[in-house]
């Protein structure tokens, strides 16, 4: 896991404020308490790796020296996410003086946004830096950052508005205490699991939908090139029996139906033709005058040569027949399962596996570059590998998707997928 290390400072204290209340900033800062505590996106104390951090409430400038001074075991490879809920001053253009309580005599006592920036880099080697200020005109302060935005991602609770009693802090917190779901919009496909800009996208998600007349004007921002570790890796376990949301017209359901017919009535090929003709799966299309048109001879074979290549049919004696495995796949409680095992081990090429080709199509999506099978042999090539792109093949790829297995970037495979750990 990333070493992953956890600044949160939470302030209600300041001249004339009453909003966020004691009781908002308390609850916020026990719920990050509670958050670390559960360990599940591996936080740790900037000043000992071994220890779980601890929020800090109306520290002084001396507190927050110390913070840094006292860092232990970091690296330029150390993850900061520094947090901050509390009221703030403009300062500049393009800077803000964060308020962290009241002194003796009553008035304010600040740290502008650019000393603390300034500090981290000065007194730590930490070059990856995720920040959240919760706080009104936060926006503003995007400047600060801009010559570093390779190496951080700040959260804006607004732009150049108000914030509104912790709003974003209560969301950002709702994004990383769910449990991760089927289909989570929280989670980066590319990258494999939930991500710092999932995290911040769900977060105002929840902001811009619990506005009111009362309050509209508040809209996260965001700025920064780092993407970050993942913050929680979410692997997507595929489901064992047949995928039930694929349409039955799909390529994927016109292949378990094909097996059915066939372990029905081991037929002859014209046999086999009738019945495709007859059946509402392989339909086309139907005209106005009521003239149907099915799956052609030619694209039939196509099925046929994918099935014998994945040694579940045999042709003996002018008959289709199943083999074992073919009458396994007619399972639906194991059909995705014993699909994929036969696509990967009998009909790919030597040497290619999903690995090899969900890497592939990352590349080409992050080029820009739709992934069709001819693009796909393109970029396997160039990694000295060889696809041939024979009918079996060409149709094996074309199923992946509706499996979950393959081309998790995409929208077609999400669906299927079951998330978990």
């Known amino acids: 896991m990333a070493d992953r290390r956890a600044l949160v400072i939470g302030t209600w204290l300041a001249q004339g404020r009453d909003k966020p209340s004691p009781q908002k900033v308390k609850s916020i800062t026990d719920r990050w308490t509670k958050l670390f505590a559960e360990d599940r996106y591996g936080f740790r104390s900037l000043g000992d790796r071994r220890a779980l951090p601890v929020p800090l409430q109306h520290p002084t400038r001396a507190d927050l020296i110390h913070q840094f001074d006292g860092a232990q075991g970091v690296t330029d490879d150390t993850e900061l996410f520094l947090f901050f809920l509390g009221h703030s001053v403009s300062e500049g253009n393009n800077d803000i003086r964060l308020i962290l309580g009241v002194d003796k005599g009553g008035e304010d006592r600040t740290v502008s946004l650019s000393w603390l920036f300034k500090t981290v880099n000065r007194e730590t080697p930490i070059r990856k830096l995720v920040v959240v200020l919760d706080t009104c005109h936060s926006g503003r302060t995007q400047e600060t950052f801009h010559p570093s935005k390779e190496r951080v991602f700040v959260m804006f609770s607004t732009g150049t508005s108000w914030a509104f009693d912790a ?11 769910q449990p991760i779901q089927k289909s989570d919009q929280r989670i980066d496909r590319r990258s494999g699991g939930i991500t710092w800009r999932k995290i911040f996208e769900e977060a105002r998600r929840r902001v811009i ?21 993942v913050l929680f890796k979410a692997p997507t376990r595929i489901s064992t029996g047949f995928n039930a949301f694929a349409s039955s017209r799909s390529i994927y359901g016109r292949v378990f139906r094909l097996l059915r017919i066939i372990a029905k009535d081991s037929p002859t090929s014209d046999a086999l033709r009738a019945s495709i003709r007859a059946d509402p799966v392989f339909l086309l299309r139907r005209d106005e005058s009521g003239v149907e048109r099915h799956v052609s001879i030619e694209r039939l074979d196509e099925y046929l040569d994918f099935l014998i290549k994945a040694k579940w049919l045999v042709r003996p004696k002018g008959h289709f027949e199943l083999t074992p495995s073919g009458h396994k796949a007619c399972d639906e409680n194991v059909f995705n399962m014993l699909l994929l095992q036969a696509i990967e081990s009998d009909v790919l090429s030597d040497g290619l596996s999903f690995e090899f080709l969900d890497e ?38 074309q199923l992946l998707p509706s499996t979950g297995q393959f081309l998790k970037g995409t929208a077609d495979a999400i669906f299927p997928s079951e998330l978990g750990g």
């Open 360 to 397: 592939i199509v990352k590349e080409l999506l992050s080029d820009m570059i739709p992934p069709t099978p001819i693009r796909i042999k393109h970029r396997a090539g160039m990694k000295g590998k060889i696809l041939r792109l024979d009918p079996a093949t060409r149709l094996a790829i």
């Open 167 to 177: 709003n974003f802090s209560d969301s950002l917190l709702r994004a990383l205490e």
């Open 209 to 229: 939908s619990a506005q009111s007349r009362l309050n509209p004007l508040q809209d996260p921002e965001c700025f920064g090139g780092y993407t970050g570790e």
